[in-house]
Structure formats: structure tokens, C-alpha cells
């Protein structure tokens, strides 16, 4: 069993920065990959970033690749998003998961976070 807490939300102006934190509680950390979703109020849920238990293996989709950087750090049982360049249409709640592989789709991920919220104003 793994539960997270997302951490670092906040409301940023458009070409600003956020650093996102997911702590993890339990010793198994470090063998689940993790990523990184988002929610904008009416839309799904979807895919932002994903890093596999070692860190040497990372995904971004294809909106945030140049932007965001996913990291982990075993040690603390933390995974991180560094946002810079932030855009309106990147504001939601930004939700971490842990599965067993570094995947794309939410089906595939075992545990989420409750979420934090990020708000980019023009």
C-alpha cells in the first residue's frame, strides 16, 4: 500500500514556475514508477509526465516536453514536477500516481494522490 500526498499548488502568472511535491508513505517507494496527471475543470484526466523507480527512464507528453521536468528522490520517498514556462491552459489539479510501470494511461497506476490545484492567469 502506498499513499500520496501532492503538494505545491498555487496560483502563478503566465511564464512563471511551480515546483510540485508527491510524498509517499511506505518502504516500497522506490520499486513503483510514478507520474504525473492533470484535470482542467471539464475535461479528463490526462497524461503529464512519468519516471520509472530509478529515474533513468522519463516520458512527457508532447505539450509539456521543454517545460516540465519529473524527477524522484528515493531517499525522501518523494517525486517532484518542476513547471517553468507555465501557460493558462496548463492550470488543473495535478494529481501523482504509482504503478508498477512507467505508462501513459491512468488504468495503469495502482495509487493517486487527492491532488493539488495550479492556476496560470494571463
Known amino acids: 500500500q502506498v499513499q500520496l500526498v501532492e503538494s505545491g499548488g498555487g496560483l502563478v502568472q503566465a511564464g512563471g514556475s511551480l515546483r510540485l511535491s508527491c510524498a509517499a508513505s511506505?518502504?516500497?517507494?522506490?520499486?513503483?514508477?510514478m507520474g504525473w496527471f492533470r484535470q482542467a475543470p471539464g475535461k479528463e484526466r490526462e497524461f503529464v509526465a512519468a519516471?520509472?523507480?530509478?529515474?533513468?527512464?522519463?516520458h512527457y507528453a508532447d505539450f509539456v516536453r521543454g517545460r516540465f521536468t519529473i524527477s524522484r528522490d528515493n531517499a525522501k520517498n518523494t517525486v517532484y514536477l518542476q513547471m517553468n514556462l507555465l501557460k493558462p491552459e496548463d492550470t488543473g489539479v495535478y494529481y501523482c500516481?504509482?504503478?508498477?510501470?512507467?505508462?501513459?494511461?491512468?488504468?495503469?497506476?495502482?495509487?493517486w494522490g487527492q491532488g493539488t490545484l495550479v492556476t496560470v492567469s494571463s
Open positions: 519516471i520509472s523507480w530509478s529515474g533513468g527512464n522519463t
Open positions: 511506505g518502504r516500497t517507494f522506490s520499486t513503483y514508477a
Open positions: 500516481a504509482a504503478g508498477p510501470w512507467v505508462r501513459r494511461t491512468i488504468y495503469e497506476y495502482d495509487y
